[in-house]
């Protein structure tokens, strides 16, 4: 099982990025998919999700700016993440959990974003 993540990188205050995710080795339709974030110093958090249907949930900071989308056809996830600020700088996590018992929970290594100010 594989998640890789993608699309991390350094952007100004105000600009864009979008992370991909893509999962190998397991039934990508079977899961919810998720972005978490972890900064330093700070717990790792929800940022937002993706079920098999199409319901997302966005985080108070995310909502507005940021879109989760999955295509189950090339398992994959985005997230676009818009309007950026120096507190959105973390390390980015794409996880995938199972959304039936046995209930499988993956996450990718992360990868980098920087907003600078």
């Known amino acids: 099982v594989h998640l890789v993540e993608s699309g991390g990188g350094l952007v100004q205050a105000g600009g864009s990025l979008r992370l991909s995710c893509v999962g190998s080795?397991?039934?990508?339709?079977?899961?919810?998919i998720s972005w978490f974030r972890q900064a330093p110093g700070k717990q790792r958090e929800l940022v937002a999700a993706?079920?098999?249907?199409?319901?997302?949930n966005y985080a108070d900071s995310a909502k507005g700016r940021f879109t989760i989308s999955r295509d189950n056809a090339a398992n994959t996830m985005y997230l676009q993440m818009n309007s950026l600020k120096p507190e959105d700088t973390a390390v980015y996590y794409c996880?995938?959990?199972?959304?039936?018992?046995?209930?499988?929970?993956?996450w990718g290594q992360g990868t980098q974003v920087t907003v600078s100010s």
């Open positions: 080795g397991f039934t990508f339709d079977d899961y919810v």
């Open positions: 996880n995938a959990r199972r959304q039936f018992l046995p209930a499988y929970d993956y």
């Open positions: 993706i079920t098999r249907g199409g319901s997302t």
